[in-house]
């Protein structure tokens, strides 16, 4: 083995491994727990997305339609032929100062296609997506945080709309603003 790829081996082994009792990560060692207080990770494990839910009282809701407009494409169809190509033959026949080649033609057709413009193809090209928006006054409690907008999915949003205006409304947004 080189000795090269033996360092490297050995490195990468005692790197998986733990160095020794004194490394946090090693198996003999004491590890303490480095996750967030109350994220629930420990021991070097990845924590939990924050709770992202807001709450507070529905002051609007907003609906953004989708918008479309018709949009052309160039339409593009193979357009092939057929064609024809002269392949050489050859065959030897004896030996020494007898031997004869003799030579001949044959033709061979095959397709030779290609991609052309006929006309165009209308699609629906989306211009806006659709949003659902809610707005929140004193958000997570805080009187001073008023008129914030979310967007939401629509299903949040329907249940927006069914609750009277200053009513208690809890959600996980997909984004902050409308």
């Given at each position: 083995m080189r000795p090269?790829?033996?360092?490297?081996?050995?490195?990468?082994l005692l790197t998986a491994c733990g160095s020794g009792p004194d490394e946090p990560d090693s198996r003999g060692g004491q590890a303490a727990p480095t996750g967030a207080v109350g994220s629930g990770a420990v021991g070097g494990a990845e924590p939990s997305p924050p709770d992202r839910t807001v709450s507070g009282?529905?002051?609007?809701?907003?609906?953004?339609?989708?918008?479309?407009?018709?949009?052309t494409r160039p339409r593009m169809v193979n357009r092939?032929?057929?064609r024809v190509r002269k392949v050489k033959h050859t065959s030897t026949s004896g030996t020494g100062r007898r031997k004869r080649t003799r030579t001949w033609y044959s033709d061979d057709s095959y397709k030779d296609c290609k991609k052309v413009q006929q006309g165009t193809t209308s699609y629906t090209r989306v211009?806006?997506?659709a949003r659902w928006?809610?707005?929140?006054?004193?958000?997570?409690?805080?009187?001073?945080?008023?008129d914030v907008w979310y967007e939401v999915e629509s299903d949040v949003y329907r249940e927006?709309?069914?609750l009277k205006e200053g009513a208690e409304l809890s959600f996980t947004p997909l984004r902050r603003g409308c």
């Open positions: 090269v790829l033996a360092a490297v081996l050995l490195a990468a009282l529905r002051d609007d809701t907003r609906h953004v339609t989708r918008k479309a407009t018709t949009g092939c032929t057929t211009v806006r997506r928006c809610v707005e929140l006054d004193d958000v997570g409690g805080n009187s001073t945080e008023d927006a709309t069914q």
